[in-house]
């Protein structure tokens, strides 16, 4: 069974930082990161296939960096000048299709608040 375990969350003062780990038990063409806050849909943050091509959302841009460790299935989110509206629950996705992962984990916590 495939796993994908997510590490990296916590609690942050706005303009803080923040790296999200997500190890996954096997090797995966393309990784993301999506998150949900509360009372809103689930949306994508930002994805990286094998090759190392990145792809943000708008709101991220110039302060979430991803980045993957091949060798050891490994996706990263480097999350700097955290805004209380990141605040959310953040998700790893993996799978053949990016923004169609077939594989998720379970989730870790990102909440920015004074």
């Known amino acids: 069974q495939v796993q994908l375990v997510e590490s990296g969350g916590g609690l942050v003062q706005p303009g803080g930082s923040l790296r999200l780990s997500c190890v996954a038990s096997r090797w995966f063409l393309n990784m993301g990161w999506y998150r949900q806050a509360p009372g809103k849909q689930r949306e994508s943050v930002a994805d990286i296939n094998s090759s190392g091509s990145t792809s943000y959302v708008d709101s991220v841009k110039g302060r979430f960096t991803i980045s993957r460790d091949n060798a050891k299935n490994t996706v990263y989110l480097q999350m700097k000048s955290l805004k209380p509206e990141d605040t959310a629950v953040y998700y790893c996705?993996?799978?053949?299709?990016?923004?169609?992962?077939?594989?998720w984990g379970q989730g870790t916590q990102v909440t920015v608040s004074s």
């Open positions: 996705g993996a799978g053949s299709v990016i923004g169609r992962y077939s594989d």
